[in-house]
């Protein structure tokens, strides 16, 4: 008969999170209880690296490279983020049996060289002509085992639905006497989940994989959900995100390990690269006899040091501080990823031109920078003042070219078609539209990127000209409504005032016509962005927004201008998405559309 013995509260079974507990006396079989009881020491390095959609060979030689230092770290496991040697999202390239098959060789080849150190990395499979997002467990010169995200998400950014089959084997895995489970990204949102299902068959360790896209609040959403499901399963939780610019979508990476109380003890570095050591004392387990586990076989018994490393607990940014972050990796990574070196911006002199500036040299240094000031008969000598003063202030090359003379052939030109026709704002457009081509020309002949200086603001209410401001190849600000546009400026100006101070105080303009201000059209930016952020980002009706207390007639107005602008946003360039519900991936609007509401 087993040895009995008293104890304090007892877990009920492998893989319960309820403790049995006895009025007095607590009976247990006394080798599982020690079993339980049992500790194993385990490094874990979360490796959250900035990788390319689409260069295979690129990704998995930075792979290697992590996964170099890891070992030289002395690191058990390193984790790389959800489909890292894809790149993240890898979208219609997933359609491309070749591309699959290229990935799976090279996922094949990288395990040849992994010994020592258990590496899991994501990448897509394929099984039975299904595609999965995956993450490969390798070590000992081989890939031990796949696992399948189960979760696929179908909204807003997301379109794995499209491409991947959901998993449906959940597999856990042993590394000496460490149970542990992988889940990927979505996996980890629901409270029922694979996490629970894997803590439930004696986990006691998660690792999950991310492709996680930035956007304003998002890492306090992240942390709280870790945190809740580590408290809840009683699992430590290592979360490994992605990081870096892909198109409109910039990963934050702010990786953690979260212990088992719900506490996040390591946290990664905001918007750069970073790899995060952290030693933890894994509980033991009791298996399910019905559980399906991968033993990993490892290579010789490392001989590195492992001196206890300190867990680095880096200090979370305030909000803007996140936005600032988040633009300026998100313009470097496009400019540079698709293989340009250097951006030429149209100057006016207003808020926007000179954020845009701003960021442009902080991402791509002074010397990558263009600034080219365009004046018309309405530009104002305190505009070329404002313009010049910021482009002196960065350092950066400042080109003054005068569209007057151009401005009236065109006038010229249209005269007799415009006769008996009132000025309007067709001859105010053309005045945008001859800076569009000259900023075209200028890209064309020295290959400068032209970024757009369009703010969220005007890009909802159609406050920008086709073929004019908004010609260029990328929109830096295009998701920053004009109230943040504000914020982001003052906080880039301390404690180096490279934006003149009246740049924040004058009224903004597009100077098209004499005495023109944006308030003309679009009212006060005080009240215009928090209807918009009402109808574009929560999706609120306009009875809804009225309710808020904010005037029918200028709803009205302003959600008129919305819908009616979705064509012209169709052909704007892609732009940073920094908050939760951008256009393009997020907001999806048909442009004939008679819906009003």
């Not at 989940?193 to 999950?208: E, Q, R, Y």
């Amino acid at each position: 008969m087993p040895q009995r013995w008293h104890t304090g509260p007892i877990p009920l079974g492998a893989g319960c999170n309820t403790h049995l507990a006895l009025k007095e006396w607590h009976l247990y079989d006394k080798e599982r209880w020690i079993k339980y009881m049992k500790t194993s020491p385990i490094r874990l390095a979360l490796a959250q690296i900035n990788v390319t959609v689409g260069d295979l060979e690129g990704n998995r030689g930075k792979i290697e490279a992590y996964i170099h230092k890891a070992e030289h770290g002395g690191a058990d496991i390193v984790v790389f983020p959800e489909l890292a040697l894809t790149g993240y999202p890898p979208e219609d390239l997933v359609l491309k049996p070749k591309f699959i098959r290229d990935t799976i060789t090279i996922m094949e080849d990288l395990s040849l060289h992994v010994k020592q150190t258990v590496v899991i990395a994501g990448f897509a499979d394929m099984k039975e002509n299904n595609v999965y997002n995956a993450a490969a467990v390798l070590c000992d010169g081989k890939i031990q085992g796949v696992y399948y995200k189960s979760l696929l998400p179908n909204y807003g950014v997301f379109d794995e639905k499209r491409y991947f089959t959901p998993g449906e084997t959940n597999v856990l895995f042993q590394l000496r006497d460490i149970i542990f489970g992988i889940t990927i990204c979505e996996d980890i949102w629901y409270p029922q989940g694979p996490v629970s299902a894997f803590a439930g068959s004696g986990a006691k360790l998660i690792l999950n994989i991310n492709a996680s896209p930035y956007s304003c609040g998002k890492i306090k959403e992240r942390e709280s959900i870790v945190a809740e499901q580590a408290a809840r399963n009683r699992v430590h939780i290592g979360y490994c995100n992605l990081v870096g610019g892909q198109d409109e979508l910039v990963f934050d990476g702010q990786s953690m390990v979260c212990d088992a109380r719900g506490a996040i003890i390591s946290r990664g570095a905001a918007f750069k690269e970073d790899l995060i050591f952290v030693d933890l004392d894994i509980p033991g387990s009791s298996l399910p006899s019905s559980s399906r586990v991968v033993k990993i076989s490892t290579g010789p018994e490392c001989s590195r040091k492992k001196d206890v490393v300190t867990p680095v607990k880096i200090r979370p940014m305030d909000p803007v501080e996140e936005i600032y972050g988040a633009l300026t990796l998100g313009l470097k990574d496009y400019v540079f990823k698709n293989g340009f070196k250097k951006v030429v911006i149209g100057l006016s002199g207003g808020i926007d031109s000179s954020l845009v500036a701003v960021l442009a040299v902080d991402a791509l240094g002074k010397e990558n920078v263009t600034g080219v000031f365009m004046p018309s008969r309405y530009s104002s000598k305190e505009s070329f003042d404002d313009a010049f003063t910021v482009a002196e202030n960065l350092g950066i090359k400042f080109l003054n070219i005068s569209i007057d003379h151009l401005y009236r052939l065109y006038l010229m030109s249209l005269e007799a078609a415009f006769t008996g026709f009132p000025r309007n704002i067709a001859e105010e457009n053309l005045q945008a539209r001859i800076r569009g081509t000259i900023l075209m020309a200028l890209s064309n002949k020295f290959g400068w990127l032209v970024l757009t200086t369009g703010n969220k603001s005007e890009m909802s209410t159609g406050y920008a000209t086709l073929y004019g401001d908004m010609a260029g190849g990328f929109a830096v600000i295009k998701d920053v409504p004009k109230l943040m546009v504000y914020k982001l400026s003052k906080f880039r100006n301390s404690p180096d005032a490279v934006i003149p101070e009246r740049v924040f105080t004058k009224p903004p303009t597009a100077e098209l016509r004499p005495d023109q201000k944006d308030s003309d059209m679009l009212g006060s930016y005080d009240v215009l962005d928090p209807i918009l952020k009402a109808y574009i980002e929560e999706d609120k009706s306009a009875e809804e927004i009225i309710a808020l207390g904010f005037e029918k007639d200028t709803v009205l107005r302003i959600l008129a201008m919305v819908d009616a602008a979705e064509y012209k946003r169709r052909q704007s360039p892609p732009g940073i998405k920094i908050t939760p519900r951008a256009f393009g991936r997020d907001r999806r609007m048909p442009i004939t559309n008679r819906y009003k509401g």
